[in-house]
């Protein structure tokens, strides 16, 4: 296995590049960083009900699907991507027990910044609560791929403009949210970060979990590859494949998410934290600190407010 130094890409290849060199049988770590901003889905989301597909036309924002799992993210310059290829038979049976593998190395490198950070399973890497990293894993050919970004800075506000959301006014609470859940390396450490530093690190972390042979250039044959299936991955046939995955909460991170909806024609949300209605929006603040269960719902609400509530 080798180490893969992709530095800037342009053309989306900072995504397509590990689907590319997956199915042409090169293992190893893919390390890179995105010329553009793009909206990546993840392979089981729903893009008619999850975002403001008009919105990202107009912006001038590119979507493309991946084929590993995780969330929808906003993808950016001032991203970091981790991406590794690896034989199957290296990783353990359960995805959960590979992605606590896989994160080790990453959460060296935060700790070595000097930041507290933390695994959430099963999707993220947290710093005092807030997400600081996301992460996916999936099958292609005969290799698990785990990939994963390091957010040096982060456009909460725009993302926050990509939902699909049932009124104009919830932004600002998503935004909020977002805020809220959601941190950098800039705004922790107080100063810039460039690839070159956090490159260097996460080679020498995940060298000390995998035996990679040398650092190399990405192969000619993976970068045409990775261009020919920009077109695949952003084909509009894929981007609205109906994959049966219904967004009933938008995820702003492991354990917290956002319930919208309209009450009466007037917008309204729930920003729900472990299980429990944390702040709302539109509504009464009696609702703040209430299981957000069904059966608990019922006994302190009427029946119509709870379908609305729960969806």
């Known amino acids: 296995m080798r180490v893969y130094l992709a530095g800037r890409q342009k053309n989306l290849r900072s995504v397509t590049l590990f689907h590319a060199m997956a199915r042409l049988g090169y293992t190893g770590l893919i390390i890179t960083e995105p010329e553009e901003t793009f909206l990546c889905l993840g392979l089981l989301d729903n893009l008619g009900e999850l975002i403001e597909y008009r919105e990202c036309q107009n912006l001038g924002i590119p979507i493309i699907r991946r084929e590993t799992g995780g969330g929808a993210v906003l993808l ?83 993302m926050a403009r990509l939902f699909r959301l049932p ?43 995998f035996d990679f042979e040398e650092v190399s250039e990405v192969p000619e044959d993976a970068l045409m590859l990775a261009d020919r299936l920009k077109e695949e991955l952003t084909s509009e046939e894929f981007l609205f494949e109906d994959t049966g995955r219904r967004h009933r909460l938008i995820k702003v991170r492991e354990g917290v ?32 600190g209430l299981p957000y ?3 608990e719902l019922l006994k302190a609400v009427e029946p119509e407010l709870v379908s609305l509530l729960i969806g």
């Open 76 to 158: 950016s310059r001032g991203q970091v991507f981790y991406q590794l290829i690896l034989p199957k038979s290296m990783l353990p049976f359960r995805v959960v027990d590979s992605y606590k593998v896989l994160c080790e190395p990453v959460l060296r490198v935060y700790r070595r910044l000097g930041l507290p950070a933390e695994y959430r399973p099963i999707n993220d890497i947290v710093v005092g609560g807030k997400k600081i990293s996301g992460q996916g894993a999936g099958d292609i050919g005969r290799y698990l791929v785990f990939v994963g970004n390091i957010l040096i800075r982060f456009d909460t506000r725009l």
């Open 167 to 209: 009124h104009e006014s919830l932004r600002s609470f998503v935004k909020e949210a977002l805020e809220e859940n959601m941190t950098w390396l800039e705004r922790e450490l107080k100063r810039d970060v460039s690839y070159d530093e956090l490159a260097s690190l996460l080679v020498e972390e995940f060298s000390k979990s």
């Open 257 to 288: 998410f956002i319930r919208s909806f309209e009450l009466n024609g007037k917008p309204a949300g729930l920003l729900i934290e472990e299980g429990v209605i944390k702040r709302v929006f539109g509504l009464s603040e009696s609702l703040e």
């Open 293 to 295: 269960e069904k059966e």
